[in-house]
């Protein structure tokens, strides 16, 4: 599903953020990616979206070679990925529920449909309630579950989620994690980047820990 | 299809919120200058085209001359292959022609005999009037060809002057758009770097600026149809008072219709190029990090 092998990354000015990092997740796996702040998680979860390009080596995502993807092919290729972010980029200026409709806006489902498909998304996060609340008005972890409404209303394939329990409490922290848990479970493949190691460790799911560049 | 025609809806309808009413103003300014030129000079065109086409002259003949010369004159001139037409216009039809134009009748009244001679009016694309000056019988030559080729290089002149004038302001029209749509980028910058995370095509973040573009240059055009409109009408008051004085029912004509669709597609298409100009620059630069 997700498949990296020997890829680095430099960024300009000389920065090496990844010196070689190889691994792969099995479709329907869940993984969490630890390691300390600027171990090169964002970075990782970057290559994976085609937000970077690798300056070395190969990142393979549903059979295709991000790397290489043109210009024009990327906005495919995130389609299929769910984004979560830390900070959640959401949209201010609209509702609750006209965020989670954004993704539906360039597909091809009729608008009924889509706003069906809103709805399930905002019900699996619990946030059904709030849908025409302005997202600013709404908790931390509130905000942190309509991003993932917003990254699974597409139905991808792929859920990568960057450090989204940072900043929450530990009970807000736990209800994000089995939000992805259950994503897992009917066979969605998630990467999870955190690095509140005592959370992870509850799961029993694969680590894999990022130390100075290489996977440790 | 239909999904597509959905999504077009969707950005022209967020086009038309989005267009600023105060830069189609501008255009509309901008585009009535050539536009309200080109009316003006199309109206005289007509007159300018006829005389440029085919010059007539005069050949007024010796008062004493005897009718049986002048019609040996006139048989002469209906031989020669470079004139076109040949008309005969005696004293008395000139003096009844004369009369006829407004506050001439009293003069004419006034010095008692008929002082005009009789004439030939010919038409002829060459330059003759010299030459006929000299014929038998013939006191004078008036060419109205030169004032008419004048009056036509003075046309061609204005004509090149709207040209340029057009050209100018339809790149004014391209900066302006350019500029509108590269503000409107920037300050929804955050929504579009969401849109490009979540899959969205450049095609598809672009197609309401497109539109903004394009609907703002026709609303731009529709303005100068408005004020050319306006302006004529404003002229025309004072032109049919003026040309009344002078028995002529002459007034200065709106655009046709074909000519004022020319000025709206023209403005939505300029609109629509400083669009795509500003989006192609401007929307590639804004990648999520």
Redesign the interface.
């Known amino acids: 599903m997700v498949s990296f092998s020997a890829v680095a990354k430099r960024y300009p000015g000389g920065q090496e953020a990844l010196k070689e990092v190889s691994f792969s997740l099995e479709p329907g796996e869940l993984a969490f990616l630890t390691g300390r702040s600027g171990a090169g998680k964002s970075t990782l979860l970057k290559l994976i979206a085609a937000i970077e390009r690798p300056s070395a080596g190969s990142v393979v995502v549903n059979g295709q070679n991000v790397g290489a993807l043109k210009r024009s092919a990327i906005p495919y290729l995130r389609r299929n990925i769910g984004l979560v972010f830390q900070d959640q980029k959401l949209l201010y200026d609209r509702t609750v529920f006209e965020n989670v409709m954004l993704p539906l806006a360039f597909s091809a489902h009729p608008p009924k449909e889509a706003a069906g498909r809103a709805r399930a998304a905002l019900d699996k996060v619990g946030l059904l309630n709030k849908e025409k609340a302005n997202p600013i008005t709404l908790s931390g972890g509130e905000q942190q579950r309509l991003a993932i409404a917003r990254a699974v209303v597409n139905r991808p394939s792929i859920i990568v989620a960057d450090e989204p329990t940072a900043n929450l409490d530990a009970e807000s922290a736990a209800r994000i994690l089995d939000i992805f848990v259950e994503f897992n479970q009917v066979g969605v493949t998630v990467l999870v980047a955190t690095h509140d190691l005592a959370l992870v460790a509850r799961y029993g799911k694969r680590v894999l820990r990022l130390e100075s560049g290489r996977i440790a | 299809m ?2 597509w025609l ?2 077009h809806r ?1 950005a022209f309808a967020d086009a038309l919120r989005r267009i600023s009413l105060l830069n189609a103003l501008v255009i509309g300014v901008a585009l009535a200058l050539p536009a309200g030129g080109y009316a003006l000079l199309d109206s005289l065109r007509p007159a300018s085209a006829r005389l440029a086409l085919e010059p007539r002259i005069s050949l007024f003949l010796e008062p004493q001359l005897k009718r049986a010369d002048a019609e040996a004159l006139g048989k002469r001139l209906r031989a020669d292959r470079r004139i076109g037409t040949v008309r005969f216009v005696t004293r008395e039809e000139a003096l009844k022609e004369m009369s006829s134009v407004q506050g001439m009748a009293e003069v004419i009244a006034a010095l008692g005999r008929n002082p005009l001679p009789d004439a030939y009016v010919v038409t002829s694309k060459e330059e003759i009037a010299g030459e006929l000056a000299k014929l038998p019988g013939v006191a004078h030559v008036q060419a109205d060809a030169v004032w008419a080729r004048r009056l036509a290089a003075a046309a061609a002149v204005v004509e090149l002057a709207i040209a340029l004038l057009s050209a100018v302001l339809g790149a004014a029209l391209v900066a302006v758009t350019f500029n509108t749509i590269r503000l409107q980028i920037l300050t929804r910058r ?2 579009i ?10 095609a ?1 973040i672009g197609r309401p600026f497109y539109y903004v573009g394009l609907l703002q240059g026709l609303v731009g055009g529709a303005v100068a149809l408005a004020l050319v409109a306006a302006a004529l009408a404003l002229l025309n008051r004072e032109v049919g008072a003026l040309a009344q004085s002078y028995g002529s029912a002459f007034r200065f004509g709106f655009l046709d219709l074909d000519e004022a669709l020319a000025v709206l597609g023209a403005a939505a298409l300029l609109g629509w190029a400083g669009a795509r100009l500003s989006v192609g620059r401007h929307l590639r630069a804004i ?3």
Do not use: Q, S, Y
């Not at chain 2, 770097?193 to 450049?202: F, Q, R, S």
């Open positions: 239909r999904a959905r999504h969707i955050d929504e770097e969401v849109a490009k995370l979540i899959g969205a095509t450049d598809f990648e999520p990090a």
